[in-house]
């Protein structure tokens, strides 16, 4: 395994990931952490243009005929600090098998710079699986969750053995389809978001008041009148109800 990422190895699940995802000629398909290409080559049959993000210079003997295909980008960095936005053709869809190490912020950071991106086809591991579609009130739906929420809805495809990944991971996996139905959080609600989770075993309102004091009253209001208790913990609140709440307290947030 290079750099937190396994590659897999059966040509079916392949043709099934490509074929989920929907993308067409139309499409700007965005794949990150390409590895040895064998996804890339897939999705280049069937979309416009295909923009593949790999950071391992290793693996450059592996995809050299794709970057010299006028439909392949191949973009050499880390998908982290790439500036997504700056991508022509501008992506679409997004369809990867991420390595498990990045997953949640690479989706979060596309789902962020790429408003164009109406949907995700990506096989992640199946505890970030779990988590990204986790409803409030389940032990493990946190801040992630309710960030990507706000923008798209997330359900899983299908689990997927250990065996079609070379190395063999030690942790199952899954393949999500993420839409999107609206915008990004603003960055002023993501960091309430973040702020209110810091302290799971705290109530909300105190989380909120250990990362930026003076806001402890307004919190508490706002929760009431969204129907609920002054010491509510952040993991009962769904993604709406934190936009709300970073409305609610404006300059305070």
């Not at 390409?34 to 210079?57: F, K, N, P, S």
């Not at 790439?82 to 596309?110: C, F, H, M, Q, W």
């Not at 699986?129 to 809805?153: E, K, M, Q, S």
């Not at 309102?205 to 010491?231: F, M, N, Q, T």
């Amino acid at each position: 395994m290079r750099l937190g990422q396994n590659f897999l190895a059966d040509p079916n699940l392949l043709e099934a990931i490509v074929r989920e995802s929907g993308v067409g000629p139309g499409d700007v398909a965005l794949e990150i952490g390409a590895g040895e290409g064998v996804l890339t080559r897939r999705l280049a049959e069937r979309a416009g243009h295909v923009h593949a993000v790999e950071i391992d210079r290793r693996l450059e003997p592996h995809l050299t005929d794709l970057a010299n295909r006028p439909e392949v980008t191949v973009h050499w960095g880390d998908a982290l600090r790439i500036d997504l936005g700056l991508l022509e053709p501008r992506p679409t869809a997004v369809i990867a098998n991420l390595p498990y190490s990045v997953a949640t912020p690479v989706i979060l950071k596309t789902v962020e710079e790429l408003p164009a991106v109406l949907s995700w086809t990506v096989m992640v591991q199946r505890e970030i699986a779990d988590r990204l579609r986790a409803a409030p009130g389940n032990r493990v739906y946190g801040a992630p969750t309710a960030v990507l929420g706000i923008a798209a809805r997330v359900r899983m495809l299908r689990t997927v053995d250990a065996a079609v990944f070379r190395p063999r991971p030690r942790v199952g996996s899954a393949v999500l389809r993420i839409e999107r139905f609206g915008p990004a959080a603003e960055p002023a609600t993501r960091q309430l978001i973040r702020d209110a989770f810091a302290h799971r075993r705290k109530s909300m309102a105190r989380s909120l008041e250990l990362a930026r004091p003076g806001r402890l009253a307004a919190v508490r209001k706002a929760l009431e009148e969204l129907g609920h208790p002054p010491d509510a913990r952040a993991e009962t609140l769904g993604p709406e109800e934190f936009v709300a709440v970073a409305a609610k307290l404006g300059n305070a947030c």
